[in-house]
């Protein structure tokens, strides 16, 4: 065994150690070290996956289409095994400090710790069987994790909700794993059938993209993701809908390749509406953890239309920028895992300091939290694309691919590649105006309670962490020339790129970050400089006559409200006028609107209420009488034979 394997291998048996030792006691002082097992083992796990992503021999079995258990660990594996260790180490040191007043947070630091050997199994794994099991493992352990911390009815509402939609599309995971399998198409073999590879793919769209959360099957993830603990939180819009992304790259890009043209083009229709879809919906969210759930449903979506980009291109045979698209796609999962990990964990230190997270409670946190508010709003501008932090390199990069979509294909294609140009502008416009909306309730301001007010600082193990995942923000916005040439022989073609801080693409005259960095750095020096020793005079605030109370400040519908007019059609708003008058004099008027969620309410309600319908129905046939049974019995043997005589079974 090579030595990355051994690291790999000695990792793993580390991490195991840090989810298990919590069965030994259940005390503080055992779970505080165990999540440090937890943290060395992804480290080594991380190590390996980057040795072997940049040049170390693979590691272990290569996939094989038989039943037998098999691991070992690929360029492209390495790559999600570094991206689970940027997100996975910083959680852990975060969870020593964050889990003190948690309940049974024994329990929550070992299902953390199968959390990730789950995470980890499903990337390793080399056969189908393995691999079903770690995707089965990974999609209930989360579950788990809040059905521990939460007990309260809604809680178990959204968990059963997340459980049915996750199982409902895992058919389409199954279908397609156990299809490629039975054909030797995980061990290489080509599959011939046209039909046979449409129906691989549509089952994989279908599969993979439910536990991805990209839209019209993203119902269960704001519904999951808010109610986890932060680190938790981290790993799943971190880690878990990335590596349903990771399989469904194996299945598009070598399992089932060459998948056809129609293939792309629907990814990058799915790109568009998870794009637009996430951001819009998160504008109207009142609650930060919610917020940031429907921005992974953006991000995901910014992803799939990088990975459908790449899919097209290889179709018309431009290899170089279905290499370019799939590294965009790559960067922007390792960008969107760190600056989201980021903001889940930051969320969660605002949560313990203040008690709650609806965006108009919150205010002036970056003065009473410093460290964390200050990397918050980092991560806010990474994932707002703002330059130059990682974000905005790797949604540049996905820009320049669906712009030569639109440049070099044909009619039709060049269609939907200025279709899906336009969604990416609009989603990066509207990406900006959430975050400048989040950013001014949560971190400046005045605050707006006495629970605020009165916040302070987290201790260093939890905003450590946080420091860190900014840090990385910054430096993989600053050079990502030096990962993009990696990245981009992963995919098709395994086309050299020029390697160096900045991104050069051909026909785009390159993405100098590097420079772009040092200019801004310049510039904001020298405006520090300039209005040194210079202070405002304070004044008191004009409102009208009116007292200034933490009433009279924007909030969060206010912010959005001439957006949520012009897309009044489309969005469907309610809102609810209530007004109190006592002896003829007016006491109160309260207003409240809402943006419903429309996927909801159109489509998942109305084919809920028909299914339990339907099983009231079904229900009355379990009589629990036998003769009932026996009759049933009798009337299908009947039937069989009638069936039997007319020559329909022979």
């Known amino acids: 065994m090579s030595g990355a394997g051994i690291v790999c291998a000695a990792g793993v048996a580390v991490l195991a150690f840090g989810a298990l030792l919590v069965l030994v006691a259940r005390t503080a002082r055992v779970w505080r070290l165990a999540l440090a097992a937890q943290a060395v083992g992804m480290s080594a796990v991380g190590a390996a996956g980057a040795a072997v992503l940049f040049g170390a021999p693979i590691v272990g079995a290569r996939f094989r289409s038989g039943f037998a258990p098999a691991f070992g660990v690929d360029r ?211 609650e930060l953890k919610r917020l940031l759930a429907f921005h992974s449903i953006e991000n995901v979506g910014i992803i799939v239309l990088g990975l459908g980009a790449s899919l097209v291109f290889a179709s018309l045979g431009r290899w170089q920028w279905s290499a370019i698209a799939f590294a965009a796609a790559l960067l922007h999962t390792l960008n969107h895992a760190v600056f989201k990990a980021l903001l889940f964990l930051g969320a969660g230190s605002f949560s313990g300091a203040v008690g709650a997270l609806e965006l108009d409670r919150l205010g002036g946190l970056l003065r009473r939290m410093p460290w964390t508010g200050g990397a918050f709003a980092i991560g806010a501008m990474a994932i707002a694309g703002l330059p130059p932090l990682n974000g905005f390199a790797s949604e540049w990069m996905t820009l320049q691919s669906l712009l030569h979509v639109a440049v070099y294909g044909p009619f039709g294609v060049s269609l939907a590649g200025a279709i899906a140009t336009a969604a990416l502008a609009a989603t990066a416009a509207l990406a900006v105006f959430c975050f400048v909306k989040v950013i001014g309730l949560v971190l400046l301001g005045a605050p707006r309670r006495p629970e605020t007010a009165s916040a302070r600082e987290t201790p260093v193990g939890m905003r450590g962490p946080l420091v860190f995942l900014a840090g990385l923000c910054v430096l993989l916005g600053v050079v990502p020339g030096l990962l993009v040439p990696t990245l981009a022989r992963l995919g098709p073609g395994a086309v050299a790129l020029s390697r160096g801080a900045s991104v050069s693409l051909p026909g785009t005259g390159g993405l100098p970050a590097l420079a772009l960095a040092l200019a801004l750095v310049l510039v904001v020096g020298g405006l520090w400089r300039a209005a040194r020793g210079r202070r405002a005079a304070p004044s008191p605030a004009w409102a009208c006559g009116q007292l200034v109370e933490p009433a009279l400040a924007w909030t969060s519908a206010g912010f959005t409200k001439p957006l949520r007019l012009f897309l009044e059609a489309v969005l469907r708003p309610s809102r609810e006028l209530t007004v109190r008058v006592e002896h003829g004099v007016l006491q109160e008027v309260a207003y409240d609107a809402e943006v419903p969620h429309l996927f909801d309410t159109l489509i998942y309600e109305p084919v809920t209420h028909a299914a339990l319908r339907g099983a009231a129905v079904v229900r009355r046939l379990q009589s629990g009488s036998l003769r009932t049974y026996l009759l049933y019995l009798l009337g299908l043997l009947a039937l069989l034979l009638v069936l039997v005589r007319l020559g329909v079974l022979s």
């Open 76 to 286: 492209l594996s390495g790559f999600f095994l570094v991206v689970l260790a940027l997100i996975a180490v910083p959680a852990a040191v975060y969870a020593r400090d964050a889990l003190r007043d948690v309940r049974h947070a024994c329990a929550v630091v070992g299902l953390s710790g199968v959390f990730c050997l789950a995470l980890v199994g499903l990337v390793v794994a080399r056969d189908v069987t393995t691999f079903l099991a770690f995707w089965e493992l990974m999609t209930l352990l989360p579950a788990s994790v809040i059905l521990v911390v939460r007990q309260d009815e809604q809680a178990r509402r959204d968990v059963f909700a997340y459980l049915a939609i996750t199982h409902l599309g895992g058919i389409g995971v199954w279908a397609s794993m156990l299809v490629l399998s039975a054909h030797g198409a995980l061990a290489g073999v080509p599959l011939h059938s046209g039909g046979l590879r449409a129906l691989v793919a549509v089952a994989a769209i279908i599969g993979f993209g439910t536990k991805a959360g990209a839209m019209p099957l993203h119902s269960w993830l704001p519904r999951a993701h808010p109610l986890a603990p932060a680190n938790v939180s981290a790993l799943m819009s971190g880690g878990m809908i990335k590596l349903a992304l990771y399989g469904l790259i194996r299945v598009l890009f070598t399992w089932a390749a060459p998948v056809p043209l129609w293939v792309g083009l629907t990814l990058l229709a799915l790109g568009a509406l998870s794009a637009v879809g996430g951001v819009l919906y998160a504008l109207f969210q009142h």
